[in-house]
């Protein structure tokens, strides 16, 4: 059994946000690969199912993105899961629209959802789906950048992008991360 994370915000308003591809990411692997409907449990929304063979329990995160850990640690503590078990699917700066990287552990690189996630589990040793949104160019435009909306040219390879994960994510589940990375960039080749 593994838990996989989707970092977001649970505001309606902010369901476009560049912050919230975590959210995306999680929503499409759980319907296309017929998850169980999400409930109420562990400060946020949760749902089982299967991918490639593999328990899922898919875990959105209703405490903000800033205290994210809340619902991360009481699930991994509830399925009795080591942090290497745990995989979080989050918005990254430093990779272009589209890219998407695999890594285990590693620093939250001023990313809060990661930050309170390694302060609860108390280990950054559990795996992260670094989902490339951009950078602005400009530090002081990163804070706008991360909670605006992706626009209607992001289309085309946001979407190619999170199908490209869901379709990928069998090799992930099967601790396959250079696999599942090699197959979403060709899955992605002609978008991102």
Known sequence: MKLWVGLGNPEPGMARNRHNIGFMAIDVIADRHGFAPWR?????LVSEGSVGGEK???LKPLTYMNESGRAVQPASAFFKLPPDAVTV???ELDLIPGKVRVKRGGGAAGHNGLRS???????????????????????ARVHGHVLGNFAKTDE???V???EAVSDAAPLLAAGKPEDFMTKVALLTKDTA
């Open 40 to 44: 109420k449990r562990f400060s946020g």
């Open 56 to 58: 899922i329990v898919a």
């Open 156 to 158: 085309d390879w946001l």
């Open 117 to 139: 996630i390694d302060r609860t589990l108390g280990t950054q040793d559990y795996w992260r789906v670094r989902l490339g949104i951009g950078h602005p160019g400009d530090k």
């Open 89 to 91: 699917f989050h918005d």
């Open 160 to 162: 190619d992008t999170l």
